[in-house]
């Protein structure tokens, strides 16, 4: 069956501008998380959505970080102002139920979005 | 804090050479520790979820272990193609939905 997909791949923007990211989940999924791994390291949890709510908003790094989830599907990450440090590659994850309890996660391949 | 520290940093092997892969951690009440497999490019890959000490799994030529502190992850016989990085994984209960990421295993197998 289809996995979890993302887009764009890759996404060159300039230091300032605005930019959003899509996950789309494996159907029936209720949990969506997304990380984000900056080059060579392990991955930073930046925000977990039950259904379209967020119970844990913690891993965001600043206001500029902001996601919604609707129709209990799609997902988008949106990144205002953007700084070469958000520089990275940003990972979605679903999974039936919450890790932990039996749910494992399933990732998609990521996108790579570079801050010039 | 939850905290996970992997170690080595990277690892080459020859073929058929076995060896471990450390996992330490340090969680307030540990709900799970999992294994991912990540190649270069893609997503992580899921491997294991152990849930308690003394638990073991195994999956072709890995096994992962737990203690208390630490959970091991056994390659025997490597083949090149098991050439990845491994991620670990916890999650406590604490947090119920955060999930800490180790910085990985780069593992590298030559023929």
């Known amino acids: 069956g289809a996995g979890v997909s993302q887009s764009p791949s890759n996404k060159v923007t300039e230091k300032g501008k605005d930019v959003e990211l899509r996950c789309d989940p494996i159907?029936?999924?209720?949990?969506l998380y997304w990380y984000r791994q900056s080059l060579g390291q392990g991955l930073e949890f930046l925000i977990y959505f039950q259904g379209n709510s967020a119970p844990d908003k913690s891993g965001l790094p600043s206001d500029r970080f902001s996601a919604e989830r609707t129709g209990g599907s799609v997902s988008t990450l949106t990144i205002q102002r953007t700084q070469q440090e958000d520089s990275a590659v940003y990972l979605c994850?679903?999974?039936?139920?919450?890790?932990?309890?039996?749910?494992?996660?399933?990732f998609g391949p990521g996108t790579r979005l570079t801050v010039t | 804090e939850d905290q996970v520290t992997q170690s080595p940093e990277a690892l080459r092997l020859q073929e058929g050479e076995s060896s471990s892969l450390n996992c330490s951690y340090t969680?307030?009440?540990?709900?799970?520790l999992f294994w991912y497999r990540q190649d270069p490019g893609k997503g992580p890959e899921f491997l294991f979820t152990l849930y308690s000490a003394g638990e073991e799994k195994e999956k072709e030529r890995l096994k992962a272990t737990l203690t208390k502190k630490e959970s091991f992850l056994h390659i025997t016989a490597p083949k090149p193609e098991d050439s990845a990085t491994y991620l670990c994984?916890?999650?406590?209960?604490?947090?119920?939905?955060?999930?800490?990421f180790g910085s990985g295993t780069r593992l590298s197998i030559r023929p």
């Open positions: 969680v307030s009440g540990l709900r799970g």
């Open positions: 994850a679903s999974s039936l139920g919450t890790p932990g309890l039996k749910g494992e996660q399933y």
């Open positions: 159907s029936g999924h209720t949990a």
């Open positions: 994984a916890v999650q406590g209960y604490s947090s119920a939905s955060k999930i800490i």
